[in-house]
DNA sequence: CACTAACCGAGACGGTACGTCTCGTCTTCAC
DNA sequence: GTGAAGACGAGACGTACCGTCTCGGTTAGTG
């Protein structure tokens, strides 16, 4: 049995933290990620900076968490092809980033992620980490239907799909056509299909 | 014939721009992009700040100018297939994007640029044009070979390839593996072909 | 009995307050009163600019605070005549324009004063209200000797007095004379005694 | 015969030296003397800043001039009386020192000329002159009647003439009472009258 | 029931950067 | 050489945030 060392002192209320999730999230879309200030989360939310640093080290810690752990990862549908399940993964990727928190977010966000060694280590497993188990799986399933070899680039592949997502929307600031995932996905499809 | 109305007033002093220009790429080396000041870069440039504004709107305007527009646009060879020619321009992204100036300004650049409605509208003509013209080339061989038809959607593969390569090296950071243009331009390459 | 509401924050730190005004009364003396800037104040006292705007809304006003603050108002002697007891008054007043600090500070100090309405309705109670108390009991003195009527004007002889010790000092520049008090004392004292 | 050698190249323009003096009257008033800019003074004028600065050192000797030089200087009458002379003397400085535009520029430009040397020098050959030149001569008459003695401190006396009237009405602001220049008059004058 | 420890809202703290303004000088072309 | 125009290096302005610190006060568990 694991026994933890007793807690000492006041807890923290949990009424604060998520005063602040909804602040940060609010603020996020109404000025951009470049321009909302900590300070302005905390008179939102009612509360003093400090509570914000005592939870979190700063504005991408906050604002990753006010963002992108909230998101429901639905397990997607085996559709018998490939190219239908990439067309279905794909999809996901395009109603995650075109959500209007993530959509005002991700640009600062991941530049703050990205300029920051100890966080630009974490960008795997943050944000992509529930896209390549799934990508996983599309692939094993490929395999076992002999569509694709079994030493698909998971990674590589990953980061083209999520590259050209972000960019097309994020960057770029494309809307998304109705048939982009497919578009896409059929490109990358027959890419790696087995010949 | 153009007559220019004569201009009036002393001439800007083209030294003071290049000074300018080589302190930002600099500092923006040094500091990185989110760190640098306007203020360090007039230091640096032994120059008035006024004189930095005069001549840019801002940071983003200032760094564009002084990473991507030293950049020598070489013409792509024929190779004499679509794989082949996708490889060199794929390879001509990495190089532009691995270059240490670009690396530690394009995150934060193209956050600016995509938060600001003004620059996101200038993103495909300023970062993307000569990438767009050596695609499109690329497809007008293809298709005068018979291997690609004639409706490729250039942007949206564009922003896929581009896409692929600013994801997988400027924000997850990944260094750039000797085969991965190759890789890159094989699974594009097949999934655009004509079947 | 006055109840505070409780202060809430941090309160601020005296020793802050102690230092802005010292380094503001040495700089004054130091480059004078117009070339003296709040970022070099803050700079000598090793404070932030805001916790000087914090505390004062300008220059004029904590160059005020920082120069006749200090001044500690002795009472004047009765020397039993009227121009002795004005000698004495007149006296203090340039011991009051000539110290260094405010001889440094006063010509641009009153001009911004001067200069801001706000400001030029406080000059009364500010600068002249101690001389103005000791003038008052000067003349109830005289007026119960019998050398003055009852209707002095306070105020326009007090104009004079000071208006002519900060216009010969101040503006003019001249040293002070041994007997200067004295001479201005004896023209003005003679000046409204009762004929 | 004295002989000048020829001035080469362009003569200067009158009517630029009096559209700037023109439009440094207008604005001293507008703005007020400490937030009136060169820079402003030029653009009114549609002049260049040099062709201010090649006639004159700053904005000190540009307003003193464009303020206290059109002055005229009637001759004051001789009232038979010593205080009559002063009441007439000290309401000439009343009305200069009233005008708008003195009004708007006496506090700070005396501030400057105190704080700098070379022009702390001339303020009495520059303000005082045509004043101490009228008082010199009431004083005459006066020692002719014998109404006063030889040794009448002209200095003095008028720094604080002019002091009081500087004081009263440009420092604290006051408005000009209708008996003023009397009442001034007649403290001084019977101070320094003969017993 | 006192004590201790961590939390809380508020706001002051030293510091840095912002973008604008003014200074007095300099540099161009036109007259 | 003078003129208007305007660029130049310098540096002050007052504001906004940063992340930390310091108050009085609250809320828990411990002795």
Do not use: C, N
């Not at 997502?165 to 890419?191: K, T």
């Amino acid at each position: 049995m694991t026994s933890f060392p007793a807690e000492r002192g006041r807890p923290r209320d949990e009424r604060s933290s998520a005063a602040i999730i909804k602040a940060t999230a609010e603020l996020v879309v109404e000025s951009g990620y470049a321009a909302m200030s900590i300070g302005a989360v905390a008179a939102r939310a009612s509360v003093g900076k400090d509570t914000i640093y005592r939870r979190w080290s700063g504005k991408p810690e906050l604002v990753y968490e006010a963002v992108f752990t909230t998101t429901d990862t639905a397990d997607l549908p085996d559709t018998g092809t490939l190219q239908g399940d990439l067309t279905a993964l794909v999809q996901s990727l395009i109603d995650e980033f075109s959500a209007p928190q993530a959509a005002a977010a991700l640009p600062g966000l991941l530049a703050d992620f990205a300029a920051t060694p100890d966080l630009r280590a974490t960008i795997r497993s943050r944000f992509l980490k529930p896209a390549k188990e799934r990508l996983t799986e599309v692939f094993d399933r490929a395999q076992q239907r002999g569509e694709a070899g079994a030493d698909l680039p998971v990674d590589l592949v990953l980061d083209t799909l999520a590259g050209a997502v972000f960019f097309h929307l994020g960057i770029i600031g494309e809307r998304p056509a109705p048939d982009l995932a497919r578009r896409i996905a059929a490109m990358i499809a027959r890419g790696i299909e087995a010949r």
